[in-house]
């Protein structure tokens, strides 16, 4: 069973920027493409950010300037850079890996942005 775990998540004030992680248990070459979702309070889960297998990424338009995907391979992590974070930006952060036939997901991490 493949497992991911994300960190990196807490409390910034506006206009901050901070790193997610998110683990998996095996090589990240297994997956055709990881992403990171978000889901507030109240509000459906939705897709932040893609990235594939040869490293293409894909933000949706509310974060396309300000957050950034990246991947290390030999650490089997990918990575969401979020920068000018804003209040609104308050959610729970999980990652996904997705083969040709399963997805998996992470158990999430809490980003808080407020002053």
């Known amino acids: 069973q493949v497992q991911l775990v994300e960190s990196g998540g807490g409390l910034v004030p506006p206009g901050g920027p901070l790193r997610l992680s998110c683990a998996a248990s095996e090589s990240i070459f297994r997956f055709l493409v990881m992403g990171w979702y978000r889901q507030a309070p109240g509000k459906e889960r939705e897709l932040v950010a893609r990235i594939s297998i040869g490293g293409r990424t894909h933000n949706v338009y509310s974060v396309k300037v300000r957050f950034t995907s990246s991947r290390d391979n030999a650490k089997n992590t990918v990575y969401l850079k979020m920068d000018h974070l804003k209040p609104e930006d308050t959610a729970v952060y999980y990652c996904?890996?997705?083969?040709?036939?399963?997805?998996?997901w992470g158990q999430g991490t809490q980003v808080t942005v407020s002053s």
């Open positions: 996904d890996a997705v083969t040709g036939s399963d997805t998996y």
